[in-house]
């Protein structure tokens, strides 16, 4: 079936730059999404982008997609304690439903 | 973006007992609803997905007799987790789509943290 999958965690210094990494299997996907969760909450979009494009720029968020290898990146610039969470990258379309399939989530730490 | 809510945010039950939750979408009429669970430091499984007036459809592995899905209106889907035990325990999330955005979008509700005792 289909698989995304995320490194389990990433440490940065405030102020640097921070990039998750996400691969699926489904080259068929239709949407890619990058979204925020932090402790106890629920899920926040963050940005998603379609599959025909290959960046997407948004205020500090660049999300970069490489349909070829099926590999999915978000870069915050000037990475802030707030920004500490969960992020997980989904992909919907695939399946030729709107299901949404998660990634296993990469838990950001930022240090002050 | 549209809102949707979840009710309760947290319950607490003995386990044999039943619990409802409750998936709203305030702002938009919601034609599909899924329902999520996430067990701790773990990613979101879809557990099944609603269409407003029909039977829901359950990935597989989710037991349909066990959490059931009733989605009578555009913007009410209810989750009942049926003679609840502590394996049950879990963190359940809503989502509704269908609100005239893009295709695939789906909005999130806050999550239910359920405990079983």
């Known amino acids: 079936g289909e698989d995304v999958e995320q490194s389990l965690f990433l440490s940065v210094r405030e102020g640097d730059s921070s990039v998750i990494n996400c691969t699926y299997t489904?080259?068929?996907?239709?949407?890619l999404y990058w979204y925020k969760q932090e402790p106890g909450a629920g899920l926040q979009l963050l940005t998603y982008i379609f599959s025909n494009m290959d960046m997407k720029q948004d205020q500090r968020l660049t999300v970069l997609l490489n349909k070829k290898d099926k590999h999915l990146s978000l870069r915050i610039a000037d990475t802030q304690t707030g920004d500490s969470a969960i992020y997980f990258c989904?992909?919907?379309?695939?399946?030729?439903?709107?299901?949404?399939?998660f990634g296993t989530g990469t838990r950001l730490k930022v240090l002050a | 973006g549209a809102v949707v809510s979840q009710h309760p945010s947290r319950v607490i039950c003995k386990s044999g007992t039943s619990v409802k939750i409750e998936c709203r979408s305030l702002d938009f009429q919601a034609t599909t609803m899924f329902w999520y669970r996430q067990f701790p430091k773990q990613s979101l499984m879809l557990m099944a997905t609603s269409n407003e007036g029909s039977k829901a459809t359950y990935e597989q592995g989710v037991e349909k007799d066990k959490f059931l899905i009733n989605h009578a209106s555009l913007t009410l889907s209810t989750l009942t987790v049926t003679s609840a035990h502590p394996e049950d325990s879990s963190f359940y999330i809503c989502?509704?789509?269908?609100?005239?955005?893009?295709?695939?979008?789906?909005?999130f509700g806050p999550g239910t943290r359920l405990t079983v005792l």
């Open positions: 989904a992909e919907s379309g695939g399946t030729g439903t709107y299901k949404y399939i």
């Open positions: 489904d080259s068929s996907s239709t949407y």
């Open positions: 989502s509704a789509g269908g609100s005239g955005g893009f295709r695939d979008e789906q909005f």
